[in-house]
């Protein structure tokens, strides 16, 4: 099934340009929802080659669907941002434009890795009130990562950050000048898993495995081609801010000595679930299950932890049985509201 998208532009609060693809679909009979990707990909990445993809199973539930491209989307020309900057700026304005266009006074979001740490900040310091459900993958407010991503965290990203402003999976493809080709054949002499040069590159950019983000028993053929062209650059800026919010076992602000967003209780009244990959080599499960035990204990009862055992980090979206052990949980959650 092929979906068709309006791209409606709007304005970051800081005046960034970016865009909201929204799904023409006759049958929406529901309310909103916003799906808000990663770092270094964009909004198609909920789009993979597949009649069963999650855009199209919350079609058929008859939800009004949208997805959103902030600074970080490949869409748009590289750009060094943060996650302070994204969740002052785009994710309010985003959820406004739509709050503007529907006339629905409530929405709900399904986030995925740094679209969901950004977004949990904009939410919990009050930003997005009209946010009344928030479905988060990977990771939350409380970034856990393997021993060697700390590693890299650490040695890594201040190293590559004298050479580079940008590390980009695309070089997979067509490594550019003398710094991207060297970069590409570290990735080469490292790993051996059985993915394409992109998807390895994917790996060595953003986690400790083999691959780092997905099963490779969970994807298709067609699907692993297709990632090859999802993933393109994106900043050191971002590392050097997550490295900061890694050592500190929770988001913190970018800015030196500026303080963690979960010192203060949450602004919003909304209500939270968690999905986490149990094999996921990105951000370790132990992420999303910091971030329940801190929620439930301000609110006890109210949230929701799921742990996929089968699942990494984005197979959970484009896995190819995601349509059956993954989505009708994510489908009954909005269900409850």
């Known amino acids: 099934m092929s979906h068709y998208f309006e791209t409606i532009p709007f304005e970051a609060l800081d005046g960034f340009h970016c865009d909201l693809k929204h799904l023409l679909s006759p049958s929406a009979t529901k309310g909103p929802v916003l799906l808000v990707h990663g770092a270094g990909v964009s909004s198609n990445i909920f789009n993979p080659p597949s009649s069963n993809n999650i855009i199209h199973a919350l079609a058929e539930a008859g939800y009004d669907v949208w997805l959103e491209n902030w600074r970080g989307s490949i869409h748009f020309e590289p750009n060094e941002w943060n996650l302070d900057q994204v969740a002052q ?58 021993f060697y991503s700390k590693i890299k965290l650490n040695l890594l990203v201040p190293l590559v950050s004298k050479f580079f402003k940008y590390l980009d999976p695309q070089w997979g493809l067509r490594a550019p000048d003398f710094k991207s080709k060297l970069i590409l054949r570290v990735v080469k002499a490292t790993h051996w898993e059985k993915d394409s040069l992109v998807g390895k590159m994917v790996s060595f950019t953003y986690g400790s495995g083999f691959p780092a983000l997905w099963e490779l028993g969970n994807i298709d053929d067609k699907t692993k081609d297709w990632i090859q062209y999802e993933f393109a650059h994106v900043p050191l800026s971002f590392f050097s801010h997550m490295q900061k919010c890694v050592k500190s076992g929770a988001l913190v602000r970018n800015d030196k000595g500026a303080g963690g967003y979960t010192e203060k209780a949450p602004m919003t009244t909304a209500r939270f679930v968690l999905f986490a990959g149990k094999k996921n080599k990105c951000f370790l499960p132990k992420s999303q299950e910091n971030t329940y035990e801190y929620l439930n204990k301000l609110q006890p009862g109210l949230h929701k932890l799921y742990l996929l055992d089968d699942y990494s980090h984005l197979d959970v979206f484009f896995g190819k049985n995601a349509h059956k052990d993954v989505f009708p949980k994510m489908i009954n959650e909005l269900e409850l509201g």
């Open 89 to 146: 700026y785009d994710h309010p304005a985003a959820v406004r434009k739509i709050v503007e266009r529907t006339g629905s006074k409530e929405i709900m979001a399904i986030i995925h890795c740094q679209g969901s740490t950004s977004f949990m900040i904009s939410s919990i310091l009050g930003l997005i009130p009209e946010v009344k459900l928030i479905i988060s993958n990977a990771v939350s407010l409380h970034p856990v990562v393997p």
